[in-house]
């Protein structure tokens, strides 16, 4: 019993150095398409006005980005004010963009086309969100350059806690 122990101590020990340290990453920069990178809210708690923020990120293989459409959920009210959206990119740099929102779209042009390699940061601030319920999830599309389609980019999904 004890050297059936013993044995297996050592070969679980052994076996961890055989396990590699390197982590798979589902969203590598080689994609072809732009997508959702990522979402948060501030405060992270059950507060009535809160700020959505959620990333954009365009891989080293994709086409520059125009516009960007966000449907706003039909469970949430904001401010329906362009001022308060603020788009900057990896560097907390704010981007030159045009917004126009129309009921619950909101509708980001961009000056330029942004270029491929790129993380864009999407802040909505003076979100009044419900206290019960499903989180909101808002549905996100971009247009390339040079194409009049949208495409849908990905889902931003927030909870309510």
Same mark, same amino acid.
């Given at each position: ?33 732009? @997508? $959702?990178?990522? !979402? &948060? ?8 006005? *809160?700020?959505? %923020?959620?990333?954009? @990120? $365009?891989?080293? !293989? &994709? ?8 449907? *706003?959920?039909? %469970? ?6 362009? !001022? ?78």
């Amino acid at each position: 019993m004890k050297k059936s122990l013993i044995y297996t101590a050592i070969g679980a020990i052994t076996a961890t150095f055989f396990i590699p340290i390197s982590y798979a990453s589902a969203k590598n920069n080689n994609g072809t398409f732009p @997508h $959702i990178d990522g !979402n &948060s809210q501030f405060p992270p708690t059950r507060f009535s006005t *809160v700020r959505h %923020t959620f990333r954009v @990120h $365009i891989p080293k !293989n &994709s086409s520059s980005v125009s516009q960007l459409d966000i449907e *706003v959920p039909n %469970t949430l009210t904001w401010s329906n004010n362009a !001022n308060d959206i603020v788009v900057t990119n990896e560097n907390g740099k704010k981007v030159n963009v045009s917004i126009s929102t129309t009921g619950k779209s909101i509708l980001i042009a961009f000056a330029e086309p942004v270029a491929s390699d790129t993380k864009l940061e999407i802040d909505i601030k003076n979100v009044k969100q419900p206290f019960r319920g499903n989180g909101p999830i808002y549905n996100i599309k971009a247009k390339l350059a040079g194409s009049s389609t949208e495409m849908f980019i990905g889902t931003a999904r927030f909870r309510i806690n």
